[in-house]
């Protein structure tokens, strides 16, 4: 199987180059992904015609489930698809589990900028287990320690927690598979910097402690933004680098899209 690879702020991703059929991309994700037996990713992408867009994107994270969207990954799919010709316009859309959305690289691929939708505040099952309404702080407890979580959906279901502190990676794996989040839940743990500046980390599920998380950096700004923590574009700070996400009519997210280079693995 041939490969290229991405990176979006150390948010990495393969993209098969043979063709393959979709039902084979879970499978095919968990042996290109794993870090140590595989070729290394958070996860892979995969370009299909589209009916409703200019292009239709799927996602699945390292460990094979599928995801809605990934904002990273898809500043890493536009590159691709525009670069290799498959897209011959500098803004388009994108089919997407999470919807149809805008991207435009006319920046240069140092700042391709994509929609990340509008957030979703009042959750119901499958999400949660009990309906939560917007605006419902989560007091959750776990390994003995006390944590105050607002969740939202994004593109992807994302929690959000306030804090300066560092927060273990095992309360972050077990705040992801709290039982009132049946399918999981990504984590993000906030400092507010000042009003236009946020450092962001994210625990994404079936990935771990990622370098950055795109529709998390989105969700911990228009949260901040709501409660009058931050203004409508911020910069979000990232292990991985830096990215911006502006709060408008709808939400935009802005940063780099590197190109590592192509492999191929054998998959007998």
Known sequence: MRFVKYHGTGNDFLIPLDPVEEEQLSPIAKKLCHRNFGFGADGLLRAFPSEVADIRMAYYNQDGTVAPMCGNGLRCFARYVHEEGLVKKEEFTVETLAGVLAVDVREGYD?????????????????????????????????????????????????????????????????CHHPFFPQRINVNFVKVVDGEHLEVR?????????????????????????LGLTKNTARVKVPGGELTVSVEEKMYLSGPAVRIGKGEMDLE
């Open 111 to 175: 700042q391709i900028r994509v929609e990340l939708g509008s957030p979703t505040f009042t959750l119901s099952p499958p999400h949660t287990q009990s309906e939560l309404q917007e605006g419902k702080i989560l007091n959750l407890e776990v390994q003995g320690r006390p944590y105050k979580l607002t969740a939202l959906f994004l593109g992807t279901l994302h929690g959000v927690i306030f804090t300066p502190e560092e927060i273990p990676e095992e309360d972050a794996r077990a705040l």
């Open 202 to 226: 994210t625990y994404e599920r079936g990935v771990g402690y990622t370098l950055a998380c795109g529709t998390g950096v989105g969700a911990s700004q228009v949260l901040a933004h709501k």
